[in-house]
Antibody, heavy 122, light 107 residues
Framework: EVQLVESGGGLVQPGGSLRLSCAGS????????MSWVRQAPGKGLEWVAN????????NYVDSGKGRFTISRDNANSAVYLQMNSLRVEDTGVYYC???????????????WGQGTLVTVSS | DIQMTQSPSSLSASVGDRVTITCRAS??????LNWYQHKAGKAPKLLIY???TLQSGVPSRFSGSGSGTDFTLTISSLQPEDFATYYC?????????FGGGTKVEIK
Protein backbone atom coordinates (compact mmCIF):
# COMPACT_ATOMS: atom_id res chain seq x y z
CA GLU A 1 0.00 0.00 0.00
CA VAL A 2 1.32 3.42 -0.96
CA GLN A 3 1.80 5.70 2.04
CA LEU A 4 2.92 9.32 2.19
CA VAL A 5 3.39 10.83 5.63
CA GLU A 6 4.13 14.53 6.06
CA SER A 7 5.71 16.19 9.05
CA GLY A 8 7.31 19.48 10.02
CA GLY A 9 4.32 21.80 10.01
CA GLY A 10 3.68 24.27 12.79
CA LEU A 11 3.34 27.90 13.80
CA VAL A 12 5.95 30.33 12.49
CA GLN A 13 6.20 34.09 12.41
CA PRO A 14 6.15 36.03 9.14
CA GLY A 15 9.64 36.06 7.66
CA GLY A 16 10.49 32.78 9.33
CA SER A 17 11.43 29.39 7.90
CA LEU A 18 10.07 25.88 8.04
CA ARG A 19 11.13 22.58 6.52
CA LEU A 20 8.46 20.06 5.62
CA SER A 21 9.28 16.39 5.22
CA CYS A 22 7.43 13.56 3.53
CA ALA A 23 8.23 9.88 3.99
CA GLY A 24 7.10 7.56 1.24
CA SER A 25 6.61 3.82 1.51
CA UNK A 26 4.96 0.96 -0.33
CA UNK A 27 6.30 1.90 -3.76
CA UNK A 28 9.56 2.39 -5.63
CA UNK A 29 10.10 5.98 -4.52
CA UNK A 30 13.03 6.72 -6.84
CA UNK A 31 10.84 5.98 -9.90
CA UNK A 32 8.40 8.84 -9.36
CA UNK A 33 8.24 12.59 -9.57
CA MET A 34 6.97 14.07 -6.31
CA SER A 35 4.93 17.22 -5.73
CA TRP A 36 3.71 19.44 -2.91
CA VAL A 37 0.18 20.84 -3.07
CA ARG A 38 -1.34 23.20 -0.50
CA GLN A 39 -4.76 24.42 0.57
CA ALA A 40 -5.20 27.74 2.34
CA PRO A 41 -8.06 27.95 4.86
CA GLY A 42 -11.37 28.14 3.03
CA LYS A 43 -9.65 28.09 -0.36
CA GLY A 44 -8.99 25.58 -3.11
CA LEU A 45 -6.00 23.44 -3.96
CA GLU A 46 -2.78 25.02 -5.22
CA TRP A 47 0.20 23.13 -6.66
CA VAL A 48 3.42 24.39 -5.05
CA ALA A 49 6.41 22.51 -6.45
CA ASN A 50 7.63 19.25 -7.95
CA UNK A 51 10.88 17.39 -8.40
CA UNK A 52 12.03 14.81 -10.93
CA UNK A 53 13.10 11.32 -9.99
CA UNK A 54 16.84 12.16 -10.02
CA UNK A 55 16.33 15.55 -8.34
CA UNK A 56 17.79 17.43 -11.29
CA UNK A 57 14.60 19.13 -12.44
CA UNK A 58 12.46 21.21 -10.13
CA ASN A 59 9.49 23.45 -10.79
CA TYR A 60 7.76 26.00 -8.56
CA VAL A 61 4.63 28.09 -8.39
CA ASP A 62 5.50 31.73 -9.07
CA SER A 63 4.78 32.81 -5.47
CA GLY A 64 7.30 30.25 -4.21
CA LYS A 65 10.20 30.98 -6.53
CA GLY A 66 13.21 32.26 -4.61
CA ARG A 67 11.64 31.33 -1.27
CA PHE A 68 10.85 27.59 -1.49
CA THR A 69 13.25 24.77 -2.29
CA ILE A 70 12.15 21.21 -2.99
CA SER A 71 14.62 18.36 -2.57
CA ARG A 72 14.62 14.59 -2.20
CA ASP A 73 16.60 11.74 -0.69
CA ASN A 74 15.90 8.60 -2.69
CA ALA A 75 17.95 6.39 -0.37
CA ASN A 76 15.50 7.23 2.42
CA SER A 77 12.37 7.64 0.27
CA ALA A 78 11.86 11.21 1.39
CA VAL A 79 11.00 14.53 -0.16
CA TYR A 80 11.36 17.90 1.48
CA LEU A 81 10.09 21.44 1.11
CA GLN A 82 12.27 24.17 2.61
CA MET A 83 10.21 27.32 3.00
CA ASN A 84 11.93 30.63 3.77
CA SER A 85 10.67 34.21 4.10
CA LEU A 86 7.25 32.86 4.98
CA ARG A 87 4.21 35.05 4.51
CA VAL A 88 0.77 35.00 6.12
CA GLU A 89 -0.63 33.86 2.78
CA ASP A 90 1.52 30.70 2.94
CA THR A 91 -0.73 29.44 5.73
CA GLY A 92 -2.48 26.19 4.92
CA VAL A 93 -2.37 22.44 4.79
CA TYR A 94 0.53 21.12 2.72
CA TYR A 95 0.09 17.77 1.00
CA CYS A 96 2.83 15.49 -0.27
CA UNK A 97 1.75 13.94 -3.56
CA UNK A 98 2.99 11.19 -5.83
CA UNK A 99 3.25 12.77 -9.26
CA UNK A 100 2.79 10.19 -12.01
CA UNK A 101 4.31 11.12 -15.36
CA UNK A 102 3.71 8.47 -17.97
CA UNK A 103 4.83 9.34 -21.50
CA UNK A 104 2.03 7.29 -23.06
CA UNK A 105 -0.77 7.88 -20.60
CA UNK A 106 -0.29 11.33 -19.15
CA UNK A 107 0.36 13.04 -15.87
CA UNK A 108 -1.67 13.03 -12.64
CA UNK A 109 -1.45 12.96 -8.84
CA UNK A 110 -2.48 9.48 -7.77
CA UNK A 111 -1.59 9.32 -4.08
CA TRP A 112 -1.77 12.03 -1.45
CA GLY A 113 -0.62 12.25 2.15
CA GLN A 114 -2.90 13.45 4.94
CA GLY A 115 -1.24 16.83 5.04
CA THR A 116 0.62 18.96 7.55
CA LEU A 117 -0.64 22.34 8.75
CA VAL A 118 1.54 25.41 8.39
CA THR A 119 0.42 28.55 10.18
CA VAL A 120 2.24 31.83 9.52
CA SER A 121 1.18 34.38 12.08
CA SER A 122 2.60 36.89 14.51
CA ASP B 1 -0.09 30.27 -16.65
CA ILE B 2 -3.14 28.25 -17.64
CA GLN B 3 -6.29 29.32 -15.81
CA MET B 4 -8.90 26.70 -14.94
CA THR B 5 -12.50 27.81 -14.46
CA GLN B 6 -14.97 25.44 -12.84
CA SER B 7 -18.72 25.78 -12.72
CA PRO B 8 -20.83 25.82 -10.75
CA SER B 9 -18.93 26.71 -7.59
CA SER B 10 -21.55 24.85 -5.58
CA LEU B 11 -24.68 22.83 -6.16
CA SER B 12 -27.39 21.12 -4.16
CA ALA B 13 -28.58 17.74 -5.30
CA SER B 14 -30.45 14.70 -4.03
CA VAL B 15 -29.36 11.12 -3.79
CA GLY B 16 -29.93 9.51 -7.16
CA ASP B 17 -29.58 12.74 -9.15
CA ARG B 18 -27.34 13.07 -12.18
CA VAL B 19 -24.72 15.74 -11.55
CA THR B 20 -22.53 17.50 -14.11
CA ILE B 21 -19.56 19.76 -13.34
CA THR B 22 -17.74 21.66 -16.05
CA CYS B 23 -14.17 22.89 -16.28
CA ARG B 24 -12.74 25.27 -18.87
CA ALA B 25 -9.07 25.91 -19.57
CA SER B 26 -7.78 29.29 -20.72
CA UNK B 27 -5.95 27.58 -23.60
CA UNK B 28 -5.91 24.14 -25.14
CA UNK B 29 -4.58 21.44 -22.82
CA UNK B 30 -5.43 18.53 -25.18
CA UNK B 31 -6.60 15.81 -22.75
CA UNK B 32 -4.32 16.72 -19.82
CA LEU B 33 -7.17 17.13 -17.35
CA ASN B 34 -7.67 15.32 -14.05
CA TRP B 35 -10.48 15.30 -11.51
CA TYR B 36 -10.18 14.95 -7.73
CA GLN B 37 -12.65 14.51 -4.88
CA HIS B 38 -11.87 16.19 -1.57
CA LYS B 39 -13.66 15.69 1.72
CA ALA B 40 -12.89 17.94 4.68
CA GLY B 41 -10.05 16.68 6.83
CA LYS B 42 -9.08 13.96 4.36
CA ALA B 43 -6.57 13.61 1.57
CA PRO B 44 -7.85 14.48 -1.91
CA LYS B 45 -8.61 11.44 -4.07
CA LEU B 46 -7.93 11.00 -7.77
CA LEU B 47 -11.13 10.12 -9.66
CA ILE B 48 -10.40 10.58 -13.36
CA TYR B 49 -7.15 11.19 -15.24
CA UNK B 50 -6.37 12.28 -18.80
CA UNK B 51 -9.93 13.53 -19.17
CA UNK B 52 -11.78 10.20 -19.19
CA THR B 53 -9.81 7.36 -17.60
CA LEU B 54 -11.32 6.10 -14.37
CA GLN B 55 -8.80 5.60 -11.58
CA SER B 56 -8.68 2.07 -10.21
CA GLY B 57 -11.25 1.51 -7.47
CA VAL B 58 -13.41 4.51 -8.37
CA PRO B 59 -17.09 3.62 -8.94
CA SER B 60 -18.30 3.58 -12.54
CA ARG B 61 -20.96 6.20 -11.80
CA PHE B 62 -18.13 8.72 -12.23
CA SER B 63 -17.18 9.62 -15.77
CA GLY B 64 -15.20 12.32 -17.51
CA SER B 65 -15.13 13.74 -21.02
CA GLY B 66 -13.73 16.56 -23.08
CA SER B 67 -10.63 17.76 -24.85
CA GLY B 68 -8.99 21.01 -25.78
CA THR B 69 -10.48 23.59 -23.43
CA ASP B 70 -13.81 22.15 -22.26
CA PHE B 71 -14.24 19.23 -19.89
CA THR B 72 -17.02 17.60 -17.89
CA LEU B 73 -17.25 15.40 -14.81
CA THR B 74 -20.51 13.49 -14.50
CA ILE B 75 -21.87 11.53 -11.56
CA SER B 76 -24.65 9.40 -13.03
CA SER B 77 -26.50 8.68 -9.77
CA LEU B 78 -25.35 10.65 -6.75
CA GLN B 79 -24.70 8.58 -3.64
CA PRO B 80 -24.46 9.77 -0.01
CA GLU B 81 -20.69 9.30 0.01
CA ASP B 82 -20.30 11.59 -3.03
CA PHE B 83 -21.04 14.78 -1.13
CA ALA B 84 -17.69 16.53 -1.28
CA THR B 85 -15.77 19.19 -3.18
CA TYR B 86 -14.53 18.36 -6.68
CA TYR B 87 -11.53 19.91 -8.41
CA CYS B 88 -10.29 19.78 -11.95
CA UNK B 89 -6.54 20.15 -12.57
CA UNK B 90 -4.51 20.65 -15.74
CA UNK B 91 -1.29 18.68 -16.11
CA UNK B 92 -0.37 20.11 -19.53
CA UNK B 93 2.32 22.44 -18.21
CA UNK B 94 3.72 23.88 -15.00
CA UNK B 95 2.57 25.55 -12.94
CA UNK B 96 -0.07 22.87 -12.70
CA UNK B 97 -3.30 24.65 -11.86
CA PHE B 98 -6.58 23.63 -10.27
CA GLY B 99 -10.07 24.88 -10.81
CA GLY B 100 -11.70 26.74 -7.94
CA GLY B 101 -13.70 23.69 -6.87
CA THR B 102 -17.34 22.63 -6.90
CA LYS B 103 -18.94 21.86 -3.57
CA VAL B 104 -21.69 19.24 -3.90
CA GLU B 105 -24.17 19.51 -1.06
CA ILE B 106 -27.27 17.60 -0.02
CA LYS B 107 -30.57 19.12 -1.09
Amino acid sequence: EVQLVESGGGLVQPGGSLRLSCAGSGFNFRSYWMSWVRQAPGKGLEWVANIRQDGNEKNYVDSGKGRFTISRDNANSAVYLQMNSLRVEDTGVYYCVRDVQDYWIGRYFDNWGQGTLVTVSS
Amino acid sequence: DIQMTQSPSSLSASVGDRVTITCRASQSITNSLNWYQHKAGKAPKLLIYVSSTLQSGVPSRFSGSGSGTDFTLTISSLQPEDFATYYCQQSHSTPFTFGGGTKVEIK
